[in-house]
């Protein structure tokens, strides 16, 4: 049975998303077991006295670190602070150098600097520095994947690859807060972060001995498959690296600045649901953060097979000419921003409805999960061979919901957790989700831009290829 290297590198490319997100999110659980603990009344919302509140007997661990909520919660959010900072960098230098070793530092990096955080922890300005760094490298991963979505992954197979290579961000994300807490309660909070950052060591050798950063160098494949994927619709060929940046011409393209906006817009609900649907289920639904991490987790576990199936869909109407490709990414980004938008305005209004609440929760993150086959795989569709570029400039503002939302809602609660007061923080979410839908169904496209195929800064280039490409180009979009 031949075995398909690019199916084996998808896979890759999905636990590299595993390792990334799982680093990301570890320290929400972790730190429950660094603080000491506060007394006094917990802040939960009265208006619900239906609900019991939550007891503390899973809160019971007394933390060596003597630090304000204030501190605890820059501790969290000065990660995305160093995200926001390095997208842009670390998008250039996807496109611009040998990818694979920029995911391997990416990685690498991840699990050294995970490591150093139980070192690091008594002073907190040199935590503060080293979540920063931490948030800087893990940058480069979205970049990453689209550049080398247009390398392996070919043209028939691509929404069913993306959800299957971002499954790894949710399977990530479920992984980390259930071992997190078993390693809490059973270990210790230092034992969270140095069996996390070693496991991606492991995937660091496999990756480095094994694969290449394009299949013209890689050197465990028939000859039959590579010519398969070089030969394919839309393959971002090594060359690419060396072509001058179309800087104009990306920032005169209405598809992209579409998408900026689309970015920006459109991952609110995602962000808002991952920083704050736990602050909302314990202060006003009133679960304990044993059952809170159980609901949390379950949508996330969802995705992972749901992302898939909506790509294969989408692939599926495609090859059978039900819808082009440009009007996939416009299902896909319907069913990332409508649906929610519908479900937090329920949320916003049943009051007290817990039931309700959990369930429309749930879906609201099933359903937003559809934004990595739609808007963020959607700069690999407009330009193969810019698309680390693209997810950098794209990705910056797109990450500014994840550092702005919880001082929004830290500031609307200030004086109390009310439903009225969380309802303008819903509806905050919902106005950016339709306006980045209306947007991307306007003005939205997944047609390869002619500003892909530049004259390149290399001599010795072939001048006929950009031609050849966008000729292919118009017999695909015939085809479909």
């Not at 992954?153 to 299957?164: A, C, L, M, P, R």
């Amino acid at each position: 049975m031949e075995i398909r290297v690019r199916y084996l590198f998808a896979i890759m490319l999905c636990i590299a998303n595993m390792i990334i997100y799982g680093l990301k999110v570890n320290i929400a659980t972790a730190i429950i077991g660094m603080v000491k603990k506060k007394p006094g009344v917990p802040d939960w919302s009265d208006e619900c006295p239906e609900f019991e509140v939550p007891g503390e007997t899973v809160t019971d661990i007394d933390g060596p670190f003597d630090w304000t909520s204030s501190e605890q919660g820059l501790v969290v959010s000065i990660y995305f602070a160093g995200y926001l900072v390095g997208m842009f960098p670390s998008g250039y230098l996807a496109d611009r150098f040998d990818t694979k070793i920029v995911l391997l530092f990416c990685v690498f990096a991840n699990g050294i600097l995970t490591i150093l955080v139980p070192v690091t922890a008594s002073t907190l300005y040199v935590l503060y520095t080293v979540r920063f760094l931490t948030g800087l490298v893990s940058a480069a991963n979205l970049p990453i994947v689209n550049v080398l979505l247009g390398t392996w992954v070919v043209y028939e197979e691509k929404s069913t690859w993306v959800g299957i290579i971002y499954a790894g961000t949710s399977l990530g994300t479920v992984i980390s807060i259930l071992t997190s807490g078993l390693i809490l309660r059973y270990v210790g909070w230092e034992a969270i972060f140095y069996i996390h950052g070693t496991l991606p060591l492991i995937w660091c050798v496999i990756f480095y001995i094994f694969f290449a950063g394009c299949p013209e160098e890689q050197k465990y494949i028939t000859e039959q498959e590579r010519s398969y994927i070089v030969s394919s619709y839309g393959h971002r060929a090594p060359g690419s690296s060396k072509m001058k940046i179309p800087w104009k011409s990306i920032f005169t393209s209405t598809p992209f600045l579409a998408l900026i906006v689309t970015n920006t817009l459109g991952n609110f609900c995602w962000y808002f649901l991952l920083t704050q649907l736990p602050l909302y289920m314990n202060k006003i639904l009133r679960y304990d953060i044993a059952s809170n991490a159980a609901i949390v987790c379950t949508p996330y576990l969802v995705n992972a097979f749901t992302n898939p199936l909506i790509g294969r869909v989408l692939d599926w109407g495609r090859k059978k000419g039900y819808w082009s490709q440009t009007v996939a990414r416009k299902i896909a980004v319907f069913i990332s921003t409508i649906p929610p938008s519908i479900f937090l305005v329920v949320i916003a209004y049943v009051g007290c409805d817990r039931l309700t609440s959990t369930v429309l929760l749930t879906m609201s993150i099933v359903v937003c999960g559809a934004i990595f086959v739609g808007h963020l795989c959607n700069q690999n569709d407009l330009a193969p061979n810019y698309a680390g570029i693209l997810m950098g400039i794209t990705n910056t503002p797109g990450t500014i919901s994840a550092f702005i939302l919880p001082p929004i809602v830290g500031a609307l609660v200030s004086e109390g957790h009310t439903i009225a007061r969380w309802r303008i923080a819903f509806w905050i979410t919902i106005v950016a989700q339709v306006m980045a839908f209306v947007t991307f169904a306007i003005f939205g496209s997944a047609k390869i831009q002619p500003w892909n195929y530049p004259v390149p800064d290399v001599e010795n280039w072939d001048a006929d290829e950009g031609q050849q490409q966008q000729q292919q180009q118009e017999q695909q979009e015939t085809k479909t």
